[in-house]
């Protein structure tokens, strides 16, 4: 959501985005960081290792140094941009990407980028947790069915390994691990923001839901976005307050929430 509303108010968040309005290209160097260190998305532990290699972690910049002033990144540019810019030191228009992993990838970031703005959004652990548990089931479901649909092409198919599996991300197949997993990102997140100082805003989702167009005031104006207060209504009408503590609605989530109050309060949310 505030990806989309980024956007709207002249952020160039790269091209060929998902659905969650992540760039692909931005995407693949985090994986390939991760993959430094042997961690993933969901599994992120093995980053802290990785950090503490200086002399790695200088190659790691170095190479993405390069990549990013190179022709690769065409792919986060297109074209048109690419073609005028070459480089993304050379772009002019307010840019930048979203990807949960920068919270563990970001000191191999910043030396590149030292003028970087970050923006740190947080969400309740329960709804967190509950939406993972609830992407989870949907891809291993969908993984399950084109599987038995077609299962003679691929236990037949002489390249197997098929390049896919079918756990997708266990870690979250429970409220429980999706909560330990919100809780290793806020640690993290936590600790790059008291570096970060006054280049980092921090802020809740439910808060930007609930006076959207006072928070969206103050993440243009931490930006240096030029809005006026009409279009900074116009979009905040388009953002629902009832989406915020999601999970109230359902009984067995705020049970869930109420045996969890003391790592909730870790982090100033409550049951």
């Known amino acids: 959501m505030l990806a989309r509303v980024l956007q709207e108010f002249g952020v160039f968040m790269g091209r060929r985005r998902t ?32 950090l503490a290699h200086s002399e790695v972690c200088g190659l790691i910049q170095d190479y993405l140094q390069g990549v990013v002033s190179g022709p690769a990144c065409c792919r986060y540019l297109g074209p048109g941009r690419w073609l005028r810019y070459r480089s993304l030191f050379r772009v002019p228009e307010p840019w930048g990407w979203k990807d949960p992993r920068n919270t563990f990838t970001l000191p191999l970031w910043l030396p590149i980028f030292p003028r970087a703005r970050v923006i740190h959004i947080t969400r309740h652990g329960v709804d967190v947790a509950q939406s993972l548990l609830q992407r989870h089931k949907k891809a291993a479901a969908a993984a399950a069915r084109r599987y038995r649909a077609s299962r003679r092409l691929y236990v037949s198919n002489p390249m197997a390994p098929k390049h896919g599996g079918f756990a997708h991300n266990p870690r979250v197949a429970d409220l429980e691990g999706g909560l330990e997993l919100w809780e290793a990102y806020m640690s993290q997140g936590e600790k790059q923001l008291s570096e970060l100082g006054a280049q980092a805003l921090e802020l809740r989702y439910e808060d930007l839901l609930r006076d959207p167009v006072r928070y969206l005031g103050e993440i243009c104006e931490f930006l240096g976005l030029d809005t006026n207060h009409r279009e900074l209504v116009r979009v905040a009408e388009r953002c629902d307050p009832k989406k915020a503590y999601a999970y109230r609605q359902n009984e067995e989530l705020s049970g869930f929430a109420r045996s969890i109050v003391s790592r909730l309060e870790r982090f100033g949310y409550t049951a």
Do not use: H, K, V
């Open 19 to 50: 659905r969650n309005e992540e760039c692909r290209w931005t995407n693949r160097l985090n994986y390939w960081i991760f993959s430094q260190a042997s961690a993933t998305w969901e599994r992120p532990e093995g980053m802290d290792a990785l």
